[in-house]
């Protein structure tokens, strides 16, 4: 148990679909990452929230739409995906914005666009 | 921009083969952290170095931090199947991000 909860585990989805990857914690932290892992490049940093605010957007394309409705819960709305968004989604916490004392990831969600 | 460089990318070896991952870079981090992660699961947090020079061990894993606070290493001795996985390390940099390395993939083979 990572203390970290990511659903779903797998998703594949047309280009035309609208899906949500879903995060939760209940270890009491205030921040909240998306984060894209594709083969060969490290992890690109997308989207933070502190305090259900979001702090940072990281030149993140329209068609995905993070959401925080409150300290526990964090969303990735996507819509009209294309293939080359396909990786795996990671989600974050850590007790405060800054990186000190760690991030706590989910299990990830592995995205596949067809 | 910072960045991390972490070496090798891959590295296959025997059980009971010590190893050491590098992770460098021209800018100075506030803190560091190594993380491994294993097929179809995230990252796990392994350890947090603060202080330059400073150095941890964790069983037969040892992290140091350089003392200008822009490089660590990774030493694993007598490497098991079981550590097996995705060595990643990331900096804290000057605007409170997590920068991460491009990662390390171990095999240790049995």
């Known amino acids: 148990e990572t203390g970290v909860t990511q659903t779903p585990r797998h998703l594949v989805m047309g280009m035309t679909n609208k899906k949500s990857l879903k995060c939760e914690q209940h270890l009491g932290h205030n921040a909240m990452y998306w984060y894209k892992q594709s083969a060969k490049k490290p992890l690109e940093l997308m989207f933070v929230?502190?305090?259900?605010?979001?702090?940072e957007n990281n030149s993140v394309p329209s068609r995905f739409s993070p959401e925080c409705p409150n300290s526990s819960h964090l969303f990735l709305h996507l819509h009209t995906l294309q293939p080359e968004d396909s990786a795996l989604y990671l989600c974050a916490s850590s007790a405060r914005q800054l990186g000190n004392g760690g991030y706590t990831f989910g299990s990830g969600t592995r995205l596949t666009v067809v | 921009t910072q960045l991390l460089e972490q070496s090798p990318q891959f590295l296959s070896i025997q059980e009971g083969e010590n190893l050491t991952v590098y992770c460098n870079s021209s800018?100075?981090?506030?803190?560091l952290q190594w993380y491994r992660q294993e097929p179809g699961e995230g990252p796990v947090l392994l350890v947090t170095v603060v202080t330059g020079g400073e150095v941890k061990k964790l069983k037969r894993l040892t992290f140091q931090f350089g003392d200008a606070r822009k490089d660590s290493s990774l030493h694993i001795t007598a490497a098991q199947p079981g550590d097996t996985g995705l060595y990643l390390c990331?900096?804290?940099?000057?605007?409170?991000?997590?920068?991460f390395g491009q990662g390390t993939t171990l095999q240790v083979k049995p």
């Open positions: 800018s100075v981090f506030s803190s």
């Open positions: 929230y502190s305090l259900e605010e979001r702090v």
């Open positions: 990331a900096g804290e940099g000057n605007t409170g991000k997590l920068i």
